[in-house]
C-alpha cells in the first residue's frame, strides 16, 4: 500500500512493521569496475534467486554512487552496460526483473535531497564506507562520498522496498535507512515509508581477498590476485585460486578447526557457495586433505559456474544498443512505482505543486 495511513506504533502491529506495504525487493551495485565473485556470490546470484520467490524485484546499476569517487567517463559508460550484461548473464530475466541505470530514474536524487535534510551529519559521520573510502584526508573527499547512504536510502524507499538482498558490509547502511525512514514517519505524523529489512543470507555475505583473509574481496584492491573476476578466463581462475595465501596444515573435518585460519576459513565458504552447501557439510568430504588437493577442486568449481556467465557476458557486450534498450525498459518501469512515491512524498513535506 503506497498510501499515507495514520500514525501508529508500527512495533505494535501484530502482523509485523511492514504490513501495509506491498512486499518488494531492490538491489543495487556499482559501476565502478568490473565484478567480482564477491559481488556474484554475496549479490547478484541471490538477486536472481528472489526473482523466483514471487515478489516483486528491481535491481539498479548505481551509477550515481559511482561517481562520489574519481571515475573516468568512458569507463563507467562500459562497465555500466557490462554490470547489465553480468546480471543478464546470471540469470536475471529483464521480463520478470526490472533492470535500469540509476542516473535515468531522477526520482531518486529528488528523494536523496529530501532525506540529506532528514538524515543527521552524527549519523553519517559513523558510516565505516565513509571512513575507509574517504582515508585520512576527509577534507579532499567528495561531498556525495559522505551523503551517499542517504542516496541508498532513496534508492530503496523510492519503490518503498521492503527487502533488500546485500552483502555483510551494506548492513550499516540498511540500518541508516531504517533510521532516515523511522525519522521521517516520526517527524511528519504519518507512516509513509517501510522500515525495510537487509537480507544477508548464505555462506558467502563475506567474501574475503584471495591475498589476505581478513580484508574483504574487492574491485578496488590494487591486486588482482586478491580477487576473481567474473571477466578471468578459465586459466586465470585456476591460477589466482593455486596462488591464494593459505597456512601450511591440511584442512579440519569440524568447522571448529577453522577458528584462526580466515585464509582457509575463506576459500572453504567459497567451495560451499559454489557447491550450494554449507562449511560443516563440505568439511565432512574435504577434512584431512592438504590444500594442494583441494585448490584444483576449488577451481574446477569456479571455473564450471563462472565460464559460462563470462561467456554470456562477452557476447551481450557485443551489442550495447540491445543492452541499453533493456535499462531503458527498466527505467521506465522503475518510474512508474517511484514517481507517485515522491509526489507524495513532497505534499507530505509541504512543497506546493
Ligand atoms: P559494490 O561492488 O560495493 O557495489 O557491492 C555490490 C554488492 O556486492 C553489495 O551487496 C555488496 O555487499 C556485495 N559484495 C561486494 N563485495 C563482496 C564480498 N567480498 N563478499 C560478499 N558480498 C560482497
Ligand atoms: N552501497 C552499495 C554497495 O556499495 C550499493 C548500493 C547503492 C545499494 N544503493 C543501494 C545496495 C541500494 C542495495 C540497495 O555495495
Avoid at 538477486?47 to 561517481?67: N, P, R, W
Avoid at 578447526?257 to 576459513?265: H, N, P, S, T, Y
Avoid at 534498450?325 to 527505467?331: C, D, K, R, T
Wanted: charged share 25%.
Amino acid at each position: 500500500m503506497d498510501a499515507v495511513h495514520t500514525q501508529s506504533d508500527p512495533a505494535d502491529d501484530p502482523a509485523g512493521p511492514n504490513a501495509g506495504f506491498t512486499p518488494r525487493v531492490f538491489s543495487g551495485i556499482q559501476p565502478s569496475g568490473g565484478l567480482t565473485l564477491g559481488n556474484y556470490l554475496g549479490a547478484i546470484r541471490r538477486f536472481v534467486e528472489k526473482q523466483d520467490s514471487g515478489i516483486e524485484t528491481l535491481y539498479c546499476m548505481v551509477d550515481l554512487h559511482a561517481i562520489t569517487v574519481w571515475q573516468d567517463p568512458a569507463k563507467l559508460r562500459h562497465a555500466t552496460r557490462e554490470l547489465a550484461a553480468g546480471y543478464l548473464a546470471a540469470g536475471l530475466d529483464p521480463t520478470r526483473s526490472t533492470m535500469f541505470n540509476q542516473s535515468q530514474v531522477p526520482e531518486h536524487t529528488q528523494l536523496a535531497w529530501i532525506f540529506n535534510c532528514v538524515a543527521r551529519m552524527g549519523w553519517l559521520n559513523r558510516m565505516t564506507q565513509f571512513k575507509d573510502k574517504a582515508g585520512k584526508n576527509r577534507e579532499n573527499a567528495s561531498v556525495g562520498l559522505f551523503a551517499y547512504p542517504c542516496l541508498m536510502a532513496a534508492d530503496i524507499l523510492v519503490y518503498h522496498a521492503t527487502e533488500v538482498p546485500v552483502g555483510e558490509d551494506q548492513k550499516q547502511h540498511i540500518e541508516l535507512t531504517r533510521d532516515i525512514a523511522i525519522k521521517f514517519n516520526t517527524d511528519f505524523g504519518v507512516d509513509f515509508f517501510p522500515v525495510t529489512e537487509p537480507v544477508i543470507e548464505g555462506v558467502a555475505t563475506r567474501v574475503m581477498s584471495l591475498r589476505d583473509g581478513t580484508k574483504k574481496m574487492s574491485k578496488s584492491d590494487p591486486s588482482d590476485m586478491s580477487r576473481i573476476n567474473m571477466t578471468d578466463d578459465a586459466d586465470t581462475i585456476a591460477k589466482k585460486i593455486r596462488k591464494a595465501r593459505t597456512d601450511p596444515e591440511a584442512l579440519p573435518s569440524e568447522e571448529a578447526g577453522l577458528e584462526g585460519r580466515a585464509e582457509a576459513r575463506n576459500l572453504v565458504a567459497i567451495y560451499a557457495a559454489l557447491a550450494g552447501s554449507d562449511v560443516e557439510t563440505v568439511l565432512t568430504e574435504v577434512g584431512g586433505r592438504q590444500f594442494s588437493e583441494f585448490k584444483p577442486m576449488l577451481a574446477e568449481l569456479a571455473v564450471a559456474e563462472l565460464s559460462p556467465i563470462s561467456a554470456e557476458m562477452a557476447r551481450l557486450m557485443e551489442d550495447p544498443a540491445a543492452i541499453d534498450a533493456i535499462l531503458a525498459g527498466g527505467a521506465v518501469r522503475a518510474r512508474e512505482i517511484a514517481a507517485p512515491i515522491v509526489k507524495r512524498t513532497y505534499e507530505i513535506v509541504g512543497m506546493v505543486g
